[in-house]
């Protein structure tokens, strides 16, 4: 079973490594990874001209499965939701207080001895923040 989890991590820090390499590809500065407050979780936060975004990084591997971005559901956006109301409120969102903030899904299938990688922009808009 431990085994189980740990491929799941390996698979989870490999997607995350390959979205960031992704988005610095499409001129995204990434700020943090794995950024943290209490129990929440932003995978990564970048920054591009368009403004701040939050991504929750998907990995799979290629399967029958629904995609990866599927299982962003509502109660994992609204975590992400309040983590990045927790960011922009710290010393190190500050900067970025004033500038458009979109919640972003970046799903990672590796297929083979390859990868393929999906961006939804603003896969989710928050109507409550």
């Known amino acids: 079973m431990e085994s189980g989890k740990n491929h799941r991590r390996e698979l989870g820090q490999l997607g995350e490594k390959l979205a960031c390499e992704w988005l610095r590809g499409i001129g995204h500065t990434i700020l943090e990874r794995n950024w943290r407050s209490g129990h929440l979780e932003v995978d990564i936060i970048s920054y591009d001209a368009g ?4 991504v929750e990084v998907k990995a799979r591997q290629e399967s029958i499965q629904a995609p990866p971005q599927m299982s962003v559901d509502r109660q994992k956006q609204r975590n992400i939701v309040q983590a990045a109301q927790r960011f922009l409120r710290s010393g190190k969102g500050m900067p970025y207080g004033n500038h458009e903030v979109m919640f972003d899904v970046v799903a ?5 001895d390859g990868h393929r990688i999906e961006w939804f922009p603003q896969a989710y808009i928050p109507l409550y923040m």
């Open 108 to 112: 990672v299938t590796f297929e083979g």
């Open 51 to 54: 403004g701040i975004h939050f």
